[in-house]
């Protein structure tokens, strides 16, 4: 039996493949390479000294995800693929609501269809949306999202639990991420986001490395400690373990669970970057420029509900994942594209 990891060659699911495979589970991953390389399957292999197979297939695809489903012994799903751009949604809505809905939407078909009925999902803190104040709570009202992206996943929530509720034989486990950070240690997997990156820590170690001049600092009047914006920073590599225990648990019961998956502390702009300078021993020149549109002060998870009931706890570090960073920065500065 395998567990079928869709997105799977992209950040956080590379990082997931490397941690269900050393726990002796067995995967085939699917992706359209719209966002990645077929390279980190490669370097997955590498990592873990184990073989999987790849499927390259787009989640909108009905007929070739049943050709997937008809060909292998596939009895869960975790889904990570999507588009996930907070700018470019804005820019291209239809886009996003077509991939990540119409993509999950079919994608359950199919899995109906062939009576495999476990899904572990990619959502994200931005469903607390605005007007919640952190630490956010699993039981927390959701809603009140600032762009199409964070909107595809409160839609793909609601389908979710719509699903659940019509047929208990469901399985389903829908984990909000926090800020996914770091890389494994091997340095041969990590984050590589085409052009400039949106997100913090892409942008500091892309500084660091020579390849941007300084950080832009978006805002340091913000009612936080320092002024700057606070964010709950996971290691990608306990967030990939999140995973393992989540899909172990959606396994045996059948439920539809949310689980947040953070460290449940905060971290300010200027923090992060004064943990990266310690960490690596190299300077991040910033500048403060004027606050992002639709950025909140502060975001941060309650973690309690994942080490209650998953016994799961983020054991790295900002520190650990600004290390974790750099010497995947370092060693690959262009990322997959070399
Ligand atoms: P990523 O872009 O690195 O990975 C997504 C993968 O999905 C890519 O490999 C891409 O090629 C693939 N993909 C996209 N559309 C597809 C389609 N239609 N069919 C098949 N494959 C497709 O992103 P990531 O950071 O690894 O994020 C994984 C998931 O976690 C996404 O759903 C994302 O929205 C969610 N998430 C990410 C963050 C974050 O900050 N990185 C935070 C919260 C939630
Ligand atoms: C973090 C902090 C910025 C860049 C986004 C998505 C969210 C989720 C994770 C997927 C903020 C500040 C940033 C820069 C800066 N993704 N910043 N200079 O906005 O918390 O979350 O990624 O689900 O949906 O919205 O993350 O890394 O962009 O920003 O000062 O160049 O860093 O203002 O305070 P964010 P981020």
């Given at each position: ?192 986001p085409n052009g400039i990156p949106n997100n913090l820590m892409p942008y ?77 021993g190299v300077k991040v020149p910033y500048v403060i420029a004027p606050r ?47």
């Open positions: 039996m395998a567990i079928l990891i869709t997105g799977g060659a992209g950040y956080i699911g590379s990082h997931t493949c490397v941690e269900l495979l050393n726990a002796g589970k067995e995967i085939v991953v699917l992706d359209n390479y719209s966002n990645s390389s077929p390279e980190v399957n490669a370097r997955v292999k590498e990592i873990t000294g184990k073989d999987f197979e790849t499927v390259e297939c787009d989640i909108r695809d009905e007929k070739g995800l049943h050709e997937v489903f008809s060909k292998y012994d596939i009895d869960s799903v975790i889904h990570f693929a999507g588009l996930k751009a907070v700018g470019e949604s804005c820019q291209k809505p239809l886009e996003y609501y077509e991939n990540n809905i119409g993509g999950t939407v079919n994608l359950l078909k199919v899995m109906a269809a062939h009576n495999v009925k476990t899904i572990v999902f990619s959502s994200s803190a931005t469903v607390y949306g605005e007007k919640n104040v952190a630490p956010f709570h699993e039981e927390m009202e959701v809603g009140g999202t600032t762009n199409p992206y964070g909107t595809t996943k409160l839609y793909i929530e609601t389908i979710l639990q719509d699903l659940w509720k019509s047929d208990n034989e469901w399985s389903v486990s829908i984990l909000r991420y926090f800020n996914p950070i770091g890389a494994h240690s091997s340095g041969r997997i990590g984050e590589s500091i170690s892309q500084v660091a490395v020579g390849k941007r001049e300084k950080l832009s600092v978006f805002g340091d009047d913000y009612e936080t400690e320092d002024g700057t914006g606070v964010r709950d920073y996971i290691h990608v590599v306990d967030l990939a373990l999140g995973h393992v225990v989540a899909l172990e648990r959606a396994m045996k019961i059948n439920a539809c669970e949310v689980f947040n998956l953070g460290t449940g502390k905060g971290v300010s702009v200027l923090e992060l970057v004064h943990a990266f300078e310690e960490a690596t992002r549109p639709g950025d909140i002060a502060t975001s941060y998870s309650d973690a309690s509900k994942a080490e209650r009931v998953l016994g799961w706890k983020a054991t790295r570090n900002a520190f650990d994942a600004c290390r974790d960073t750099w010497n995947w920065q370092k060693n690959n500065p262009d990322g997959y594209s070399v």
